[in-house]
C-alpha cells in the first residue's frame, strides 16, 4: 500500500508518543509500504509560540528575560523528547544539532519581532512554522533510530507551494501536486521516509506561508492526492468520529463508516478531528481517509469514503460549536428592498470576518449570522461604521453566549418527520431556539440555542436519535 499517515499535536506530545508513532511507521515500511508523514507541532507548542510572539508587543513586555526564557523552556521539551524517542546515539547528536539550530533561528526571529514592535501576517507565519520545524526531526530521527532511512522536509520542500496569503495561504493545486509526486517519489524510491511539516507551505519565492490552524490535516490531504495514495491515515488522541463530543456526551460511540461530504459538514460544525479543507482533496482523488486513535491504532477508527452509510437512524452525529455569537440586523425598512443580504455580508466580507450560519427570516425583516466570539466586536463595528457612511437605518444587535447545534447525516435527505423530531425534542426539553438554517443538500439541520441550553441540547437529540446504539 501506499500510505500518508498524519500525527496531530497529542500523538507527538512527547518523545514517548513520538516513538509509538514511530514505531508504527517503521513496521508499515517493514511490511512493503510505502509511507509518507505528516506531523503536527507537539501539543500546544503553537499556542505558544503565538502566545509570546503577541506578548512582546505589550507596551511593557521585557524581551531580554521573555525571549531567553522562552528558548529555555522550548528547549528542554524538545531536547527531552529527543532523548525519550531516539536510542541510537548517532542519530541522536544529529537531531539534537538540527533542533538546535532551528531554536537559534526561531530566538533571531522573536528578536526581530521585538525590535519590530509589529506581528504582521507574514511575520506571525514565520514564528508558527517553528512548531513543526521542530517536531518533524525529531520524528524523522526516531524512525531512522529504528533502522528505516528518513529524511525530515518542511511542506514546501515537499512541494506544497501556495499564493502569498499570509496565516490562511491557499495551494497552489496543480504546482503543488506535480512538485511533491516528483520530490516524495524520489525519496520513496531511495528507500526513504519522509517526514513533512503539516500545516507549512510557501510560496512560489520560498516565503514561508501557513494553511491556517490544523491545517496539517489538509497538508496530509494535498499530498495523499498528489501522489495517489491507496488511503491518508489521520492519527489523533480519540478513536475515531464520534456520534458526538464524548465530553459532553458520554454515551457518544465511534461512528465506523461515513461519506466524504458528511465529514465536511461534520469538520465545518464543530467536529475538531478534522479540518475542514482536508476533504475536499481526498475527495477529488476518491482516496479513503481514516481517523484512528495514534495510542490504540487497533481499534478500527472511522473509514471515511465516497458513499454515505445508509443507516437505521437518519442523524449519525450531533454537533456543537461553542464561543460563538449571534449577530442579527434588522428594521421594517429592509423588508422588500433588495441587495440586504449583499450589503450586509459585503461589509463583514471586507472586514475579514468568516461566517458560519445564516438564517433569514421570509419577510426579509431581519438577516441573523453567527460568528466567532472573539470577531463579534469587529463585526458590530465595521456593520455600524459602514451604516453611518450610508444612512442606513437598519438596526444591529448581538447575543454574544449561543451555541450552533447541528444534527448531520446522509440519511437526513428525502427522509420526512426529521426537522419534526429535532425540534419537538428541544420543545419538550424546554430549550429555546433562536435561529435555524438547513442546507439544499439536506445533510443537516442545524440551529442556534442559548450557551446556557447547549449541553442539554446536544444530549437530548443524542437519545432522541439513539445514537449510543451506533455502529
Known amino acids: ?12 506530545k512527547d518523545g514517548e508518543s ?33 502566545d509570546i510572539a503577541r506578548k512582546l508587543l505589550e507596551p511593557r513586555s521585557n524581551p531580554e528575560q521573555q525571549i531567553p526564557e522562552f528558548v529555555r ?72 533510530s529504528l533502522g528505516v532511512k528518513s529524511r525530515p522536509l518542511t511542506g514546501f520542500e515537499a512541494g506544497l507551494v501556495t499564493d502569498d496569503h499570509f496565516t490562511e495561504a491557499r495551494p497552489l493545486m496543480d504546482k503543488a501536486r506535480k512538485l ?26 520560498g516565503i514561508i506561508t501557513t494553511l491556517g490552524r490544523g491545517g496539517s490535516d489538509y497538508s496530509a490531504s494535498i499530498i495523499g492526492a498528489a501522489l495517489g495514495v491507496d488511503e491518508i491515515w489521520i492519527m489523533t488522541d480519540v478513536d475515531g468520529i464520534m456520534t458526538a463530543d464524548p465530553k459532553v456526551e458520554p454515551n457518544a460511540r465511534v461512528i465506523k463508516t461515513i461519506s466524504y461530504i458528511e465529514a465536511t459538514e461534520l469538520a465545518y460544525f464543530g467536529a475538531k478531528v478534522l479540518h475542514p479543507k482536508m476533504i475536499r482533496p481526498a475527495m477529488d482523488s476518491n482516496i479513503p481517509v481514516r481517523v484512528l486513535n495514534a495510542f490504540r491504532p487497533n481499534q478500527g477508527g472511522t473509514l471515511i469514503t465516497k458513499e454515505p452509510n445508509r443507516v437505521k437512524e437518519v442523524v449519525k452525529s450531533i454537533t456543537m460549536s461553542k464561543n460563538v455569537s449571534l449577530i442579527t440586523v434588522g428594521g421594517a425598512e429592509m423588508i ?45 463595528h465595521a456593520l455600524r461604521t459602514e451604516f453611518e457612511r450610508r444612512d442606513i437605518g437598519w438596526d444591529i444587535s448581538c447575543e454574544r453566549n449561543v451555541s450552533v447545534i447541528a444534527a448531520i447525516g446522509a440519511g437526513m435527505k428525502g427522509t420526512p418527520g426529521v426537522a419534526a423530531r429535532v425540534f419537538g425534542t428541544l420543545g419538550r ?7 435555524i438554517a438547513q ?25 432522541e436519535f439513539q445514537l449510543d446504539r451506533a455502529g
Open 73 to 144: 523552556q522550548i528547549s528542554v521539551r524538545h531536547y527531552q523528547a529527543c532523548q525519550e524517542a531516539i536510542k541510537d546515539k548517532e542519530v541522536l547528536d544529529r537531531t539534537v544539532r538540527t533542533v538546535r539550530e532551528t531554536i537559534d533561528l526561531l530566538e533571531r526571529a522573536l528578536t526581530g519581532i521585538s525590535y519590530l514592535g509589529e506581528l504582521s501576517p507574514r511575520s506571525q507565519d514565520l514564528i508558527l512554522s517553528f512548531g513543526e520545524r521542530l517536531s518533524a526531526p525529531i520524528l524523522s530521527g526516531a524512525i531512522e
Open 1 to 12: 500500500m501506499k500510505l500518508v499517515i498524519k500525527f496531530g499535536g497529542v500523538p507527538v
Open 18 to 50: 513520538i516513538r509509538r508513532d514511530a514505531e508504527l511507521v517503521v513496521s508499515k515500511h517493514k511490511r512493503g509500504d510505502q509511507v509518507a508523514v505528516v506531523t503536527s507541532a507537539m501539543a500546544g507548542v503553537t499556542d505558544q509560540l503565538l
Open 336 to 380: 422588500g428592498v433588495p441587495g440586504v443580504a449583499a450589503t450586509v455580508f459585503d461589509i463583514i466580507g471586507r472586514a475579514g470576518i468568516k461566517v458560519l450560519m445564516i438564517s433569514q427570516s421570509s419577510s426579509q425583516a431581519d438577516i441573523s449570522f453567527v460568528v466567532d466570539r472573539k470577531e463579534a466586536d469587529l463585526a458590530l
Open 180 to 205: 511533491a509526486k516528483q520530490r516524495i517519489n524520489k525519496l520513496w524510491a531511495a528507500g526513504e521516509v519522509p517526514v513533512i511539516t503539516g500545516f507549512i507551505g510557501g510560496t512560489e519565492d
Open 429 to 435: 426539553n424546554g430549550i429555546n431556539i433562536l435561529t
Open 439 to 463: 442546507g439544499s443538500s439536506e445533510l443537516n439541520i442545524s440551529f442556534t440555542v442559548s450557551e446556557h441550553d447547549a449541553v442539554k441540547a446536544v444530549r437530548a437529540l443524542h437519545s
